[in-house]
């Protein structure tokens, strides 16, 4: 099953997605063209004034993909999953950082840093996290542009922090609700990195295991707990972790240490999250959000695999779910390159310079090209991304690495914008 396809009206108005045979139809009877090829959607060559069934947009960040899902009441037409570039926008700033200290400590003239005449404006976020919230909103707006969006929701906090820390806080249905459970168990199983927190055996079921005993006054509170196999939590019973861990002063050292150390990805995570809702809302449309217990939950309860974009399926309340599509679009960030006139070696030393001319023959270095080869030592039909060289013959990248394409073969399937796609 394939993802729906995106329909516009003439004057750019979007439509209710259709299925896929129906696109094909309209494009062979010459009544509709292909507008952009990623996410594949096609424009019709008419105005149309039928009412429109609306769509509702569901969102679970992440911090390295983002699951993204388009509903249409409670049938999941489309999918894709965002993977972000943090990583690589980390390692850039890490290697510029290196190099200017290493500059500075030359014996050369140089001006001295200026560390104390920069501000950072309210709300800041690191450029790795401030690219999380904007991609995902560009494909928001993107997604809005393409469909008829009426609603937008969002997995917001990976974990109800204040609630598992003070679990009397209010509410007794909610607090004692199967959802609880879902909250604790998703929030210990990330803090204790899956493994038991005793012996450190992973892959088999782990149990919530209290650290100070309930029987000696040890409370419910998620400082208190911690995950262990079935074997040490039997040996520990009743025990103080103390007296448990007498011989294994280590450990025990390990173990009270991670019990007070923040949950730090899922902080990080939730800052962006709280941003990109903030950004959410600016969109005038709808904005609810839900936990990820609640998400868990919902694809447990669902018996749904978990692929991001059926956890983004899952946000929020949902009685049932008909999932239409299994084909989702692999959107991954790549950027736009660099602004480097001169490539250097790992010494370095210049390696090649970058010519000054983005575009040769009307292509540029990333668009994805159809290149029909006629005659010669490469005759076949290519489809993947251009390099081009100021001579104008260009290397494809499709199953394999093509060189020397000229550019009177090559036919622009998709300008390069910063992502790469696939299914």
């Known amino acids: 099953m394939s993802n729906f396809i995106f329909v516009l009206d003439t004057n750019r108005k979007p439509l209710t997605p259709c299925k896929p045979s129906m696109a094909r139809k309209l494009l062979v009877a010459g009544k509709a063209a292909v507008f952009r090829r990623f996410p594949y959607t096609i424009i019709l060559k008419k105005a149309v004034t039928a009412s429109i069934e609306s769509i509702s947009l569901k969102l679970d960040p992440g911090s390295k993909t983002t699951g993204i899902a388009l509903l249409q009441g409670e049938k999941v037409i489309f999918g894709a999953e965002l993977t972000h570039r943090g ?17 500075r400590n030359r014996h050369t003239r140089y001006r001295q840093a200026r560390f104390l005449n920069r501000t950072r404006r309210k709300g800041w976020l690191a ?23 009426s609603s937008i929701a969002m997995e917001l906090v990976r974990f109800d922090l204040q609630q ?19 909250e604790i168990r998703e929030y210990l199983l990330n803090k204790w990195d899956r493994k038991c927190a005793y012996c450190g055996a992973e892959n088999l079921a782990l149990q919530v295991e209290h650290i100070h005993p309930k029987a000696k006054g040890g409370s419910n ?11 040490c939590n039997v040996k520990k019973g009743t025990q103080d972790i103390k007296d448990f861990l007498f011989k294994k002063p280590d450990l025990l050292k390990q173990i009270m240490a991670q019990v007070k150390r923040p949950l730090k990805d899922a902080a990080a995570v939730n800052s962006t999250r ?9 969109t005038g449309l709808p904005v609810t959000t839900g936990s990820g217990g ?85 005759v076949g039909e290519y489809v993947g991304r251009v390099a081009v060289r ?34």
């Open 87 to 103: 990583q690589a926008i980390k390692a850039s700033l890490e290697s510029r950082r290196l190099l200017r200290r290493v500059r």
């Open 127 to 149: 450029p790795s996290l401030q690219h999380r919230v904007e991609t995902t909103l560009t494909w928001v707006n993107k997604f809005i542009r393409l469909a008829p969006v």
């Open 164 to 182: 598992l820390e003070n679990p009397e806080i209010s509410g007794v249905e909610y607090q004692q609700g199967e959802l609880l459970g879902y």
């Open 221 to 231: 509170r998620i400082s208190n707990l911690c995950l262990a196999c079935e074997k």
């Open 274 to 282: 709280w941003a990109l809702f903030n950004r959410l809302k600016l």
């Open 294 to 378: 609640q998400t868990k939950y919902n694809r447990t309860r669902l018996k749904l695999p978990k692929p991001h974009w059926l956890d983004a399926a899952c946000v929020g309340q949902i009685e049932s779910l008909s999932v239409l599509t299994s084909n989702p679009l692999l959107i991954k960030a790549t950027g736009h390159g660099t602004r480097q006139m001169c490539r250097t070696d790992k010494f370095g030393f210049p390696s090649r310079y970058v010519p000054r001319e983005k575009f040769v023959k009307g292509f540029q270095t990333g668009d994805i090209v159809k290149a029909v080869v006629t005659s010669g030592k490469k």
């Open 390 to 423: 100021s001579t104008g013959s260009f290397n494809v990248s499709a199953s394999e690495l093509v060189q020397g394409i000229s550019h009177k073969y090559c036919k622009i399937v998709h300008h390069k914008d910063g992502y790469s796609y696939s299914f």
